[in-house]
């Protein structure tokens, strides 16, 4: 049974920084990553990551926040720098292993001052 363990969110003022951390158990992942979902709004990607190490990110965090993996520890690292306010929201590790997908119970980000 594969369990995604998510740490790292919390309260941050305007212009801060947080580091978000998933790890998988099981088999590597293929592609993990971030979404993030706001009260009231759709769930939107933030950033992905796959095994290979290439990347995407939304627009509205790109130069901002920067995902990595390590491999080893199948686990993967967004570093969230310069939050705003619109960037507050329950954030939810999500990764496909060997063909499935599976979803983190999530993480509330709340950046204000």
């Known amino acids: 049974q594969v369990q995604l363990v998510e740490s790292g969110g919390g309260l941050v003022q305007p212009g801060g920084s947080l580091r978000l951390s998933c790890a998988a158990s099981?088999?590597?992942?293929?592609?993990m990553g971030w979404y993030r979902q706001a009260p009231g709004k759709q769930r939107e990607l933030v950033a992905v990551i796959t095994s290979g190490g290439s990347t995407n990110y939304a627009d509205s965090v790109k130069g901002r926040f920067t995902i990595s993996g390590d491999n080893a520890k199948n686990t993967v690292y967004l570093r969230m720098n310069s939050l705003k306010p619109e960037d507050t929201a329950v954030y939810l590790c999500h990764a496909v292993i060997v063909a499935r997908d599976y979803w983190g119970q999530g993480t509330q980000v709340t950046v204000s001052s």
């Open positions: 099981g088999n590597i992942f293929t592609v």
